[in-house]
């Protein structure tokens, strides 16, 4: 059974840091990217910061600057981490893993951890 297991989130204070990790556990295969999205209440989900396989990235342009993606392949893990956190920035953050295993591809999702950002 596959699990994404996301931790770190929480209430900080604006300009603060949080770390996000999100390790998967049950994925026998080669993780292609790796991923966080947010969703914001009445807002649709958007791409946090993805990245590949080869460690290539990619961010939200609201986030450049203040936001480092990484991963650690051998522990399946990924991280994100925040500085300089702003009240915009409050949402539910879900990893995702994208592969493949034998069987075929694999699009795999964390439960999300809620990040608020207020004084």
Known sequence: QVQLVESGGGLV???????LSCAAS??????NN??????????QRELVARITSGGSTNYADSVKGRFTISRDNAKKTVYLQMNSLKPEDTAVYSC?????????PFD????GTQVTVSS
Do not use: C, D, E, H
Request: no cysteine; hydrophobic share 35%.
């Open 26 to 31: 049950g994925i026998f295969g080669s993780i």
């Open 96 to 104: 995702n893993m994208v592969g493949w295993t034998f069987q075929g």
């Open 108 to 111: 795999y999702w964390g439960q």
């Open 13 to 19: 204070q604006p300009g603060g840091s949080l770390r």
């Open 34 to 43: 790796m991923g966080w999205y947010r969703q914001a209440p009445g807002k």
